[in-house]
């Protein structure tokens, strides 16, 4: 499964902390599941103040960390 979630209109500091918060997400499961089937991205883009997260992986795996992802969008700075 793939997914890619973008955010606009977010600074430089904001993408990296939500960007490192993301990456030790990933990190965390796949010590804790084993589960090498989760690549993620981030790509940001200084001009448009946009983030790209792109997660490739199994189903429920790419379910959860897009729930995840979501609720640190929704969360206040």
Do not use: C, F, H
């Not at 796949?30 to 490739?56: C, F, H, P």
Request: hydrophobic share 45%.
């Amino acid at each position: 499964m793939s997914a890619i979630v973008q955010i606009d209109a977010i600074s430089s500091e904001a993408a990296t902390r939500l960007a490192n918060t993301v990456m030790a997400a990933v990190q965390s499961w796949r010590q804790e599941q084993e589960s090498g089937r989760l690549r993620v991205e981030t790509v940001y883009d200084e001009e448009r103040a946009a983030l790209k997260i792109i997660v490739l992986g199994g189903q429920d795996v790419t379910v959860d960390l897009l729930k995840v992802i979501n609720a640190l969008i929704e969360e206040p700075e």
